[in-house]
């Protein structure tokens, strides 16, 4: 079964520290996608990025950065000198080749004080 | 904005009534899904289809029910409401040959009273 796994419910930093999100997932396919997702106070969800399980290549974009690591089933995201306008709950998901809805962590509640 | 509409965006209604949701997905997307947010649940994913099949279920309960329309639009049914239906219902969809990479449109939330 497929499992997404966010430890951290809340995370709170000073504006322009970097600030790490953990993901943790299971899933018995060798095929499979993760996402992260923003959700900010307004309700709304924005995709940030998908990856797929056959390219660990870490990516940048801008401040932020995911860290894909098969060996600890982890897909970490980092945002870099952060900001006010980051403050929003954070979601971790995962797909499946044959099964494509997604499955989402419990969201990770960041909170970015000027 | 993610080119996903949904209407309404608030709806207040009693226990034991019947309201509709409606989702209008990208252009061109076949695909729409259908998520359920509750505090106590988080983000479930309900039921998705795919041009007007059903093609997947979740944690829906029988008192729902969806269907996609030939012009891909999609109404989830949500009947004899309790007041744990409360929620934030989001549409999402996504388009072929990706269908893992889905957008979501800005959500219905539901207050039963």
């Known amino acids: 079964a497929q499992k997404v796994t966010q430890a951290q419910t809340e995370i709170s930093v000073v504006e322009k520290e970097d600030v790490t999100l953990d993901c943790v997932y299971e899933t018995r396919d060798t095929t499979y996608y993760l996402f992260w997702y923003k959700q900010p106070p307004s309700g709304e969800l924005v995709f940030l990025i998908r990856r797929n399980s056959f390219d660990e290549q870490n990516e940048i974009s801008g401040r932020y950065s995911w860290n894909f690591q098969k060996s600890t089933s982890s897909f970490n995201f980092t945002i870099t000198a952060s900001q006010v306008v980051d403050s929003a709950v954070y979601f971790c998901a995962l797909s499946e080749l044959k099964n494509t809805p997604l499955v989402f962590g419990k969201g990770t509640r960041l909170s970015v004080i000027a | 904005d993610s080119g996903v509409t949904q209407t309404p965006k608030h709806l207040i209604t009693a226990t034991g009534q019947r309201v509709t949701l409606r989702c209008s997905p990208r252009?061109?997307?076949?695909?729409v899904y259908w998520y359920q947010q509750s505090l106590d649940q988080g983000l479930q994913f309900l039921i998705q289809?795919?041009?007007?099949?059903?093609?997947a279920k979740g944690n829906i309960l029988e008192r729902f029910s969806a269907q996609q329309f030939p012009d891909l639009h999609s109404e989830l049914n949500l009947s004899s409401l309790e007041l744990g239906d409360s929620a934030l219902y989001f549409c999402?969809?996504?388009?072929?040959?990706?269908?893992?990479?889905?957008?979501f449109g800005p959500g219905t939330r539901l207050t039963v009273t």
């Open positions: 289809y795919y041009n007007g099949e059903e093609r």
């Open positions: 999402a969809s996504s388009p072929p040959p990706a269908p893992h990479e889905q957008y």
């Open positions: 252009s061109g997307d076949l695909s």
